[in-house]
Nanobody, 116 residues
């Protein structure tokens, strides 16, 4: 079983920045992919960014150029640096980890609110 714990969420004004962290523990298989989804109010959960063990990244078009995903695989920790935040970035952000042979594991989510 994998446990994921997110941190770093909060409230920020438009144009501000936040850095989310997610630490994984438990039975972690390698290689794996870690990443972030988000669920804005009234909308379905959507992909934000992913990063593989080798460092390959993938971003949603809506965040490309503003968000940066990174990881420290030795620590099983993934980060999401969010810059130039917009009100539409407001959502609950969920960390996940997946590998070939295991079902995805999800964190409980952290709230990000962007408003003036």
């Amino acid at each position: 079983q994998v446990q994921l714990v997110e941190s770093g969420g909060g409230s920020v004004q438009p144009g501000g920045s936040l850095r989310l962290s997610c630490a994984a523990s438990g039975s972690i298989f390698s290689p794996n992919t870690m990443g972030w989804y988000r669920q804005p109010p009234g909308k379905r959960r959507e992909l934000v960014a992913t990063i593989t063990s080798s460092g390959s990244t993938n971003y949603a078009d809506s965040v490309k150029g503003r968000f940066t995903i990174s990881r420290d695989s030795a620590k099983n920790t993934v980060y999401l640096q969010m810059n130039s935040l917009k009100p539409e970035d407001t959502a609950v952000y969920y960390c996940y980890l997946t590998s070939t042979w295991a079902s995805p594991s999800w964190g409980q989510g952290t709230q990000v609110t962007v408003s003036s």
